[in-house]
């Protein structure tokens, strides 16, 4: 089992950066896919990016392409969620979500299995 951390979040203006983490403890993180999700205030959590195992294949929200970009450092047991040119529409609490049982790159929700804390982002106008 894996437990995970996120952290990076905070308030930036708009057209500012961000940059999370999503740090792996209990077991190496290199066998597991990952994907960001975020959740803003009364509404359902969406998809946002997603990267395999290896950290060959990426997929991104038509929202976020060429604004955000995820990577993996699996020496750090870590995935990182690089977002740059921040909208309002952006803020929403980013959740980090990783699964072993699966490999590719894992657009929906209920194909995780395990899940970080969350992490808020909010961006000013």
């Known amino acids: 089992q894996v437990q995970l951390v996120d952290s990076g979040g905070g308030l930036v203006q708009s057209g500012g950066s961000l940059r999370l983490s999503c740090t792996a403890s209990g077991r190496t993180f290199n066998g597991y896919a990952v994907g960001w999700f975020r959740q803003a205030p009364g509404k359902e959590r969406e998809f946002v990016t997603a990267i395999s195992r290896t950290g060959g294949s990426t997929n991104y929200a038509d929202s976020v392409k060429g604004r955000f970009t995820i990577s993996r450092d699996n020496a750090k047991n870590t995935v990182y969620l690089q977002m740059n040119s921040l909208k309002p529409e952006d803020t929403a609490v980013y959740y980090c979500?990783?699964?072993?049982?699966?490999?590719?790159?894992?657009?929906?929700?209920?194909?995780?299995?395990?899940w970080g804390q969350g992490t808020q982002v909010t961006v000013s106008s």
């Open positions: 979500a990783a699964t072993w049982r699966r490999a590719g790159i894992l657009v929906d929700l209920y194909e995780y299995d395990y």
